[in-house]
C-alpha cells in the first residue's frame, strides 16, 4: 500500500448524510497541476484549507480554555456531565486526522496553539474550547515526515491564538518549529510560485500571529481570515460576496466556509450539531464554491477553509477550481 508507513488514527465507516460524498485521495495534487501553473505564486491559487484543523482528537477531560468567561466555568463545573458532550458536539469542525486531511488535499491549516493550565511541562496544545490529546511538537513531526515523503507539495501552517505561552514559551515553539522543519521553511521574501519552491526545496509557509514572529525571516506574518460568524449559509455567501467586491488582499488570505453557532442558537437546536449543521447545508455553499475563481482579479479566491473535510467532497472541488485559470503567455 503506497505511503503505509502513515498509519491514522481517526476511526473509518462513518456515516454520512444521504445525498453527500467523500473527498477522493489528492495527496499528490500540486505535483500533478499543469506546467502553465507552475510560475505563478500560490497567492494565484486555489487551496484548500482546514478550519480549527485539529479538533478531530479534543480532549474532554482538559479544563476549559483561560479565555471562557466565569459563568461558562462555573456552569462547567457544575453541569460537567451535560455540557461536556455540548462542548464536543459544536466545538468539534474535523473529524479526520492531519495525515488523513493531507491525503484528501487540505494545504492550508488553522492551528491554535495553548499551553494547558497549571501544566509543569512546557508541552503545548491544540485547542478549540477545550485542549487536544496530542502535543503540537508530535503532531508537526507527522506532518515534516508526510512532507519528506511528497516532496512538491507546500503546506501552509497557520499559527494563532498562543494562549498561556510567554515570551520565552514562543522562543521554545519558535525554536522547536524551526528544527523540525529545517530547510522545508520558505522564507518570506521567497519565490513562491511552484517551480520556485520546488527548486528551492521549500515546503512550508509557516504563518505565525505573533510579534516575536517578526525577527525570524522563516515565519510569516497572520493571514487574513474572512469570518462571517453566522450558522446561516445564506448569510455565510452574503458575506464572503461582500468582502470580495471589496477587492482581495494582497498575498495569502483566506475565505472561511464555517458556520459559528451561539450559545443562544446552540440551546434552542439541542438536535442540531455543527456537523449536522455543516452537512445539510453542504448543497447551498458547494454551488457556491463552484462558481469562485483564482487568480490575480479583485474578487478572485485563495485559500478556501471549511469543516469537516473528507466527510464532503470541499477539497476536490477547490483543487478544481484551478483549471478554470488561463495563465497569459508573455513573449521573451
Keep these: 500500500?503506497?505511503?503505509?508507513?502513515?498509519?491514522?488514527?481517526?476511526?473509518?465507516?462513518?456515516?454520512?448524510?444521504?445525498?453527500?460524498?467523500?473527498?477522493?485521495?489528492?495527496?499528490?495534487?500540486?505535483?500533478?497541476?499543469?506546467?502553465?501553473?507552475?510560475?505563478?505564486?500560490?497567492?494565484?491559487?486555489a487551496l484548500p484549507g482546514s478550519h480549527?484543523?485539529?479538533?478531530?482528537?479534543?480532549?474532554?477531560?482538559?479544563?476549559?480554555?483561560?479565555?471562557?468567561?466565569?459563568?461558562?466555568?462555573?456552569?462547567?463545573?457544575?453541569?460537567?456531565?451535560?455540557?461536556?458532550?455540548?462542548i464536543y458536539k459544536w466545538a468539534t469542525t474535523q473529524v479526520i486526522d492531519i495525515v488523513e486531511q493531507l491525503q484528501a488535499g487540505v494545504r492550508y491549516f488553522d492551528l491554535r496553539i495553548a499551553r494547558k493550565q497549571n501544566d509543569t511541562s512546557h508541552d503545548l496544545?491544540?485547542?478549540?474550547?477545550?485542549?487536544?490529546?496530542?502535543?503540537?511538537?508530535?503532531?508537526?513531526?507527522?506532518?515534516?515526515?508526510?512532507?519528506?515523503?511528497?516532496?512538491?507539495?507546500?503546506?501552509?501552517?497557520?499559527?494563532?491564538?498562543?494562549?498561556?505561552?510567554?515570551?520565552?514559551?514562543h522562543e521554545e515553539l519558535i525554536y522547536s518549529l524551526k528544527k523540525i522543519f529545517g530547510s522545508k521553511l520558505c522564507p518570506s521574501d521567497a519565490d513562491i510560485t511552484l517551480r520556485g519552491l520546488w527548486s528551492s526545496g521549500y515546503q512550508v509557509v509557516l504563518s505565525y500571529e505573533d510579534q516575536t514572529a517578526v525577527c525570524h525571516e522563516e515565519l510569516w506574518p497572520e493571514i487574513p481570515y474572512w469570518w462571517?460568524?453566522?450558522?446561516?449559509?445564506?448569510?455565510?455567501?452574503?458575506?464572503?460576496?461582500?468582502?470580495?467586491?471589496?477587492?482581495?488582499?494582497?498575498?495569502?488570505?483566506?475565505?472561511?466556509?464555517?458556520?459559528?453557532?451561539?450559545?443562544?442558537?446552540?440551546?434552542?437546536?439541542?438536535?442540531?450539531?455543527?456537523?449536522?449543521?455543516?452537512?445539510?447545508?453542504?448543497?447551498?455553499?458547494?454551488r457556491w464554491v463552484e462558481d469562485q475563481k483564482p487568480g490575480a482579479d479583485p474578487t478572485s479566491l485563495n485559500i478556501i477553509a471549511g469543516d469537516f473535510i473528507g466527510s464532503i467532497p470541499l477539497c476536490s472541488i477547490i483543487i478544481a477550481l484551478n483549471k478554470t485559470q488561463r495563465p497569459l503567455k508573455v513573449d521573451v
Excluded at 455565510?236 to 467586491?245: D, G, N, T, V, W
Design 125 to 169: 496544545y491544540f485547542t478549540h474550547v477545550i485542549y487536544t490529546h496530542v502535543t503540537v511538537v508530535d503532531t508537526l513531526n507527522t506532518v515534516a515526515a508526510w512532507l519528506s515523503a511528497h516532496p512538491k507539495e507546500i503546506v501552509i501552517l497557520a499559527c494563532s491564538h498562543f494562549e498561556g505561552l510567554s515570551e520565552k514559551l
Design 52 to 86: 480549527d484543523a485539529m479538533s478531530y482528537c479534543l480532549d474532554l477531560t482538559s479544563p476549559l480554555l483561560r479565555s471562557e468567561s466565569d459563568s461558562f466555568r462555573l456552569l462547567d463545573r457544575v453541569f460537567y456531565c451535560v455540557t461536556r458532550p455540548i
Design 228 to 286: 462571517a460568524n453566522t450558522a446561516d449559509a445564506g448569510e455565510l455567501i452574503q458575506y464572503l460576496e461582500s468582502q470580495k467586491h471589496l477587492g482581495r488582499p494582497e498575498g495569502f488570505f483566506v475565505a472561511g466556509l464555517n458556520f459559528t453557532a451561539d450559545r443562544c442558537f446552540i440551546a434552542s437546536n439541542p438536535h442540531l450539531s455543527l456537523r449536522t449543521l455543516t452537512t445539510d447545508q453542504w448543497e447551498c455553499v458547494r
Design 1 to 45: 500500500m503506497k505511503n503505509a508507513e502513515f498509519v491514522t488514527s481517526s476511526g473509518t465507516g462513518q456515516k454520512m448524510a444521504p445525498g453527500l460524498e467523500r473527498d477522493g485521495n489528492n495527496e499528490d495534487w500540486m505535483n500533478t497541476l499543469p506546467e502553465e501553473l507552475w510560475d505563478l505564486p500560490l497567492t494565484n491559487l
